[in-house]
């Protein structure tokens, strides 16, 4: 397992990892904030 | 097969980008965050299954013990094999609770939801919350409070990622089903399905935080950190304590009752949050507060819980974990006071309370496994984290215990208003100063608990040397 690492093959897992976990999460508070606008418009 | 996913053959290369591990450890925090999210599909359960609340209740309220109980239990076996087998098992059981669940639901036997998403699901929450803790903790020495808050805000990230998530899907399977009517349920087909897309779907992403994580070589150290830094902090070891033995010490029970205090007093907002909001704005019988705009109430709390757990956490590195403690509790204390003295003068003034109160209940998740390494070292961190998270499932049937059995003396649910809520909110209070007086009498561990500083290593294989140069720093 200790292979040594490739930098352009870490950076694409890099920006694939955040991308990933990004999305859930941006979709998440999207989702909550839509539910949350309703405090101030009903 | 299992011994590819050892500590052993974990260890990251030379040049590995620590940044890796945070989307790691959220790839698990985000799906197990779902248990939070149950309370979408309740009504459609106790339709299928014609049971009653309680029934149903019981699901949640199994997977919640048995988190508490496997993460206190098997915290040991994870910091022995390492977060990427414990990371495994954990999506294997979380998984298999979704399957099993679907199985019973598909077939009617109650008992197979008890069995599946309560047991072995709770067994894979558990797990998982714990397994990559120590990890992050070690790979951010000089960050432990914003790697584990990144993590823990995952938590309640995931939540907020499955209550619309599932609504969405359970209107897909059945078109039937109006999830902006409150009285729609949907049918047994539809939560079948769910169950097995969320434990493929949940599977699958843990799977990619099993491929990611890494365990740091053990004279690995960020660029430009300096462990004397640490050192010269007063309230941070360089010493190791064990798991057995801190729960030896006082201070491990003195954080014990600050983390119970601030969940106690944390949950007995969020358990009753849609019908306070109500309540704290009724005259003459009517609230001017909208079942729609509760929701949304809840919603921004579930924002703020999961924000402050990043931001208040990352704050803890900067200025120390006790202090921040000191503030979740005593600066909780005024905000209840204010809450129960003048939440119902104006909705903005009770909404920014309430917000600020569950960003130190987040945060208060969040910092915890940084205090814990603070006063007994990074060897069994994330064991030591698993057998304080009791405070989290004694905390979780104490403060809905104490909110309920006050709001049911003053009155009937619906004719509720703020001044019901004064004793229960004026109790949380007083929890607030026990955990306060806790947090000012935690101290040091003492020398006789820490591990002897040479011949054994943090990681079971060679880490421990780090403890050992540490402990000669001190």
Known sequence: ?42 | MLSALDRRHTVAPPGYSRWLIPPAALAIHLCIGQVYATSVYKNSLIAHFDASQTAIGVIFSIAIVMLGLSAAVAGTWVEANGPRKAMFVSACFWAAGFLVGAAGIATKQLWLLYLGYGLLGGIGLGIGYISPVSTLIKWFPDRPGLATGLAIMGFGGGAMVASPLSRQLLSFYDPGYDPANAGSTASGSALVWLFLTLGVGYFLIMMFGVFNVRVPAPDWRPAGFDPARVAAKPMVTTANVSAANAVKTRSFWLLWVVLFCNVTAGIGILEQASPMIQDFFRSGGTSAVTVAAAGGFVGLLSLFNMAGRFVWSSTSDLIGRKPIYLMYLGVGMVLYALLALFGQTATALFVLLACVILSFYGGGFATVPAYLRDLFGTFEVGAIHGRLLTAWSAAGVAGPLIVNAFLDAQGKPGTLTAAAYRPALFTMVGVLAVGFIANLLIRPVPERFHEPADGRDDEGTGARKVGAERSGSR
Do not use: E
């Open chain 1, 1 to 42: 397992m200790r292979d040594d690492v490739s930098r352009g093959g870490q950076t694409a897992r890099l920006w694939i990892s955040w991308l990933i976990v990004s999305a859930l999460l941006g979709y998440g508070v999207v989702q909550t904030l839509i539910t949350a606008a309703k405090l101030f418009t009903s």
